[in-house]
């Protein structure tokens, strides 16, 4: 009888005991969820964090404070009696901004005074009134109302006004703040859609710096990169893929390859410095150099995604066609490669997204030159996107702060845009078998 | 005559000869009666003839551009009786000479430059046309035979195949140079680096401070290449990267493979993936421009002293970075445990994550362990962050709050901006490089090596 009792009483027990570990159990199994719940949060948090920390920053690069002047083009000031060429770039149009700036504003009396009314307008406002006078030279003598872009000192002041009543003052003086707001009441000063941002190369006044030499160089490297990288990789992916035998040669290609795509960046940089520029004598800062290195740096993207491509492409295909007498090379680029050229075009764009981002390996092949002119062509010193940022984000100005994110959103855009084609293509020309 | 017309002239040249080819193909067979009288088709016959015309030309026209500029310049600076002893002094003698050639040399140039340019123009201008006359010799000279020697039973899609066989060969080929390259690159300058500098200094050396003396009299700038504070501060802000990476990657691709309904896995999934697309010098510029601030703002109200290039911020930035990779990796391997183990263990009345956590995080263990391998390897080589967010100075310390520098700092910092190519300072860049590529190397091959077996296991 004891041990029957006993046995209930441990029935119970065990009942009460499992109903215990089973409650403990299913709160670990909550929070093991809720971990995996939080890592996908933290993942998309920092997605969301970055994203509005950029086009915060950066959007109020797109607009630029300019300052309405009336501006008399006086033959004495600009010390030229006609208009071409050589007059032109002699003229002295930075007398005829002082000139209008002082009318405006008559009560700037000492030199101190006169100076900071001066930086009012940027170094790069007399370009504009030349630009001006040689499209219509009729002006000369006349008077005009022109916008002039404002300094960044100004600008950074400007849009700061919308944070705080104070604003951002930096070096701007009482009086200064006091021109600018005035201004700013009358309508003489107003944000306007920034251009000089798009047309513009580097420069060390924030208001004049743009991205076009950039845009341009990255647009000449990734045409070198994607003229070599995706022959030469779709080339040895139809080796690997289709002819090669299965012997020690072709497992060193491979190991090789998975290799190379793991190798950090700058690594390539080095190869670039040392064989292209050292030993080729190759010129620096230019985008030819800059696409072999990314070249390198990419082919084992292509590589890979064009191996997948060709892989996918059913074996019946090409059975089918040597069938009917085909060679083994009229089977590949007649009947297999167009099948599997959308697998490859979306891998060759994924990999052109990754050159377009690469900093480093650029870096040390001399990219990180301060390019103001527009490059022609790849041989031509230039820089690329991503290096304008790195460049900018070291310069100390606020208003390069709100440039560097405006070129991050630019890059960012034309990523994004890439990518996206890449899946639309995948989606629309994809075939399942 | 310039590159480009000699490479238009060749175009057309490899035009024409394909043109021939083929017409004396369709010729034959009009004459012989039809096409199957030919051993291939006339497009054939055609690219045989082009192939013939263009494919040595070009070959020859490749290299002898490759050379010419160091054989030139050779021959130039040979001719010059006294010049520098350092690289950079000829170097900057031989730039003289070139621009004086091209017509623009500010000031007056001493005669022995003058005749060393003349020399320059006169070498170069004969190796232009001795190019152009070699190419153009060569690509008429073997088209027209290739068209004299053609017949109907001539087996060109053959010969055609086996040329294209042996391009695509050469194509797959050029993995195996890039990694030769690299290694070359890299081995030399590091060889000469370590007969200036011992290699037991650089590696066990404490104290890094690559300056050199620009003259040999300056006092207490003889430069240290004590390589370990620049080892240990990469570990420090890998290991940051890793903690923030791994558990995160880890568990989002653990939830999103046996948690989440289809729709929120198709919702965050590509989210994450777009961490993975951010450049890295985005990430850096975030690193160093709001997380660094933020976090020494927060150190400072913890009461605490924080660099603001503090090894935190890069590490915690670079792991945000890495989370898609690890996560993704993890996913694959997690989706390639057969569901039979799932069902095995759910049969037996374990929960859910008792399933995961003791079925199939330990079969899907040495998949997960190469992906944290190739990420740790992905850390070691980030750069642009680094460069952007962490310090210069070489910090012999265990704070994370502090400033550090890494491998990749230093060989940026070392490699940009203007450069002597016989300084040790210069070279020391290369040794850190090779340090970076053999340790990254490595870790790849072990990880690839795991990889692999363990997709072998389920397969």
């Not at chain 1, 000492?110 to 900071?116: L, M």
């Not at chain 1, 103001?372 to 790849?378: A, E, S």
Request: overall charge neutral; some cysteine; aromatic content about 8%.
């Amino acid at each position: 009888m004891t041990d029957l009792s006993q046995t209930k009483l441990t029935q119970q027990q065990v009942r009460e005991r499992i109903e215990q570990r089973l409650a403990s159990r299913h709160r670990k199994e909550k929070i093991f969820r809720g971990l995996g719940i939080a890592s996908i949060a933290f993942g998309m948090l920092a997605v969301l964090v970055l994203f509005t920390d950029i086009i915060s920053k950066g959007s109020g690069a797109f607009v630029q404070s300019a300052i309405e002047l009336r501006v008399h083009y006086d033959e004495q000031v600009l010390g030229i009696d006609k208009v071409d060429d050589e007059s032109l770039a002699w003229a002295n149009f930075t007398g005829v901004i002082r000139e209008a700036l002082r009318e405006r504003f008559p009560e700037a009396s000492s030199r101190s005074e006169k100076r900071e009314l001066y930086s009012l307008v940027s170094t790069g406002a007399p370009f504009t009134l030349r630009d001006r006078l040689e499209a219509n030279p009729e002006l000369l003598g006349q008077t005009e109302t022109v916008w002039l872009t404002a300094d960044d000192d100004v600008d950074t002041f400007v849009k700061s006004l919308s944070d705080s009543a104070e604003g951002f003052r930096g070096r701007t003086s009482d009086q200064k703040a006091g021109w600018i707001e005035q201004l700013m009441a009358s309508g003489e000063l107003k944000k306007r859609f920034n251009t000089t941002f798009f047309t513009n190369g580097d420069s060390r006044e924030p208001e004049q710096a743009g991205i076009r030499a950039a845009l341009m160089g990255s647009l000449f490297t990734l045409l070198v990169t994607l003229a070599l990288s995706f022959p030469i990789g779709v080339a040895a992916a139809i080796y690997l893929e289709e002819y090669a035998p299965k012997n020690r040669w072709t497992d060193l290609i491979e190991v090789n390859i998975n290799n190379l795509a793991a190798v950090p960046s700058i690594v390539f940089g080095l190869l670039g410095l040392a064989i292209f520029i050292n030993f080729f004598e190759l010129p620096r800062s230019a985008p030819l150099v800059g696409g072999l290195v990314l070249t390198l740096m990419t082919l084992p993207t292509i590589i890979i995604s064009s191996r997948a491509a060709l892989k996918a492409v059913p074996p019946s295909i090409r059975e089918a066609a040597m069938g009917m007498g085909a060679s083994r090379m009229q089977v590949v680029f007649h009947h297999v490669l167009p099948l599997a050229m959308p697998g490859m075009l979306t891998g060759a764009i994924i990999g052109m997204a990754q050159a377009l981002g690469e900093t480093a390996p650029l870096l040390m092949i001399g990219m990180v030159a301060f390019i103001v002119d527009v490059p022609g062509g790849i041989t031509d010193p230039s820089t690329v996107l991503p290096v304008q940022i790195f460049l900018w984000a070291d310069s100390p100005e606020r208003a390069f702060v709100e440039r560097t994110s405006a070129a991050i959103m630019v890059l960012l855009s034309v990523l994004i845009l890439m990518n996206a084609s890449a899946v639309l293509l995948r989606k629309k020309l994809e075939r399942r078998w | 005559m310039q590159t480009p017309t000699l490479f238009a002239l060749l175009l057309l040249l490899i035009l024409v000869a394909y043109g021939t080819g083929f017409s004396r193909a369709v010729a034959a067979a009009r004459t012989s009666g039809g096409l199957r009288k030919l051993a291939s088709l006339p497009s054939y016959y055609g690219l045989h003839t082009a192939l013939w015309c263009g494919l040595p030309a070009l070959l020859l026209l490749g290299t002898w551009l490759a050379f010419d500029d160091a054989i030139i310049r050779a021959l130039v600076m040979n001719g010059i009786a006294d010049k520098p002893d350092t690289i950079a002094g000829q170097n900057l003698l031989y730039a003289q000479v070139q621009n004086l050639a091209a017509g623009h040399l500010f000031g007056e140039a001493s005669p022995q430059v003058q005749a060393a340019a003349a020399r320059f123009t006169e070498l170069r201008n004969g190796s232009r046309n001795l190019q152009a006359a070699l190419s153009l010799i060569l690509a008429i000279g073997l088209g027209a035979f290739t068209v004299l020697r053609f017949s109907p039973q001539l087996r060109a899609r053959e010969k055609v195949e086996k040329v294209l066989r042996g391009v695509l060969i050469a194509c797959a080929c050029a993995a195996i140079f890039t990694t030769v390259g690299i290694l070359l690159s890299v081995l030399f300058e590091s060889l000469r680096f370590f007969q200036a500098v011992p290699i037991t200094e650089f590696l066990f050396g404490l104290h890094w401070s690559p300056q050199m003396a620009l003259r040999a009299d300056q006092v207490g700038s003889s430069g240290a290449f004590g390589a370990v504070p620049l080892f240990t501060g990469t570990l420090m802000v890998s290991a940051i990267a890793m903690f923030v990476a791994v558990p995160v990657g880890l568990m989002s691709a653990i939830y999103l493979a046996e948690y989440a309904s289809k729709r929120v896995r198709t919702f965050a999934k590509p989210v994450i993936e777009i961490l993975a697309g951010v450049p890295t010098v985005v990430y850096g510029f975030f690193a160093a421009l709001t997380v660094a601030p933020f976090i020494r703002d927060l150190a400072t109200s913890m009461g605490l002293q924080a660099s603001s290039e503090s090894a935190l911020a890069a590490g915690l930035v670079m792991g945000i970075m890495i989370i898609p990779f690890v996560s993704s990796l993890s996913d694959d391997v997690i989706n390639a445990v057969p569901q039979s183990l799932r069902d095995g263990a759910l049969g037996l009345g374990s929960t859910k994550s008792e399933t995961v956590r003791k079925v199939v995080i330990p079969a899907a263990l040495p998949g997960i362990v190469g992906g944290v391998l190739l990420a740790v390897s992905r850390a070691i080589g980030e750069t642009m962050i680094v460069v952007m967010a962490a310090g210069l100075a070489a910090n012999l310390t265990t704070n994370p709050l502090e400033s550090v520098t890494t491998v990749t700092v230093q060989i940026v910092t070392l490699l940009v901006g203007d450069q002597e190519f016989d300084s040790p300072k210069t070279l020391a860049a290369f040794a850190l490089g090779l340090m970076l590529f053999l340790s990254t190397l490595v870790l790849n091959f072990i990880a690839l090596h795991v990889v692999k077996k363990y997709r072998e296991q389920y397969d």
